[in-house]
C-alpha cells in the first residue's frame, strides 16, 4: 500500500502536536521525514528498498541511536512502521558498515 505525502505531513505534525520528541540534536520530526522513501519499505518486508531510501538509512550510519530514536517514535507508530522490519533496512540495503547487535528497545539491527 503506497503511503501518500498528505498522510506523512499529517503523522508529523501530530507528532508534534503530541509531543514526540527526541534526546539532544536528533528531532524526529524533521529526522523521520527524510525516511519518507522508505514507508513502503518500512511496512512491508518483502517490499524492494529504493536507492534513495538506502541513502537516506545511510546518513544515520554514524548516529544510529537517532535512527532507533526515530523508529520507535510515536510519528513513526502513527505512520504505521514496523521497528523489526525498519530496523531491516540496513541489511537489506546491505551496508557493511552498519551497527548489527545494536539495541534498540526491544530490537535488535541484524
Known sequence: MAFSFTKLFFVLILGVVLGA???DKCVVESEAMKLAPCMEA?????????????????????????LCT???????KAAG???AIALSLP???QFSDRP??????AYTVP
Open 21 to 23: 520528541n527526541a534526546a
Open 42 to 66: 518500512a511496512q512491508n518486508a518483502n517490499a524492494p528498498v529504493s536507492a534513495s531510501c538506502c541513502n537516506a538509512v545511510h546518513k544515520f550510519s554514524t548516529d544510529p541511536a537517532c
Open 70 to 76: 526515530v523508529l520507535l517514535s510515536k510519528t513513526a
Open 81 to 83: 512502521i514496523d521497528p
Open 91 to 93: 541489511k537489506r540495503c
Open 100 to 105: 548489527v547487535g545494536y539495541k534498540c528497545g
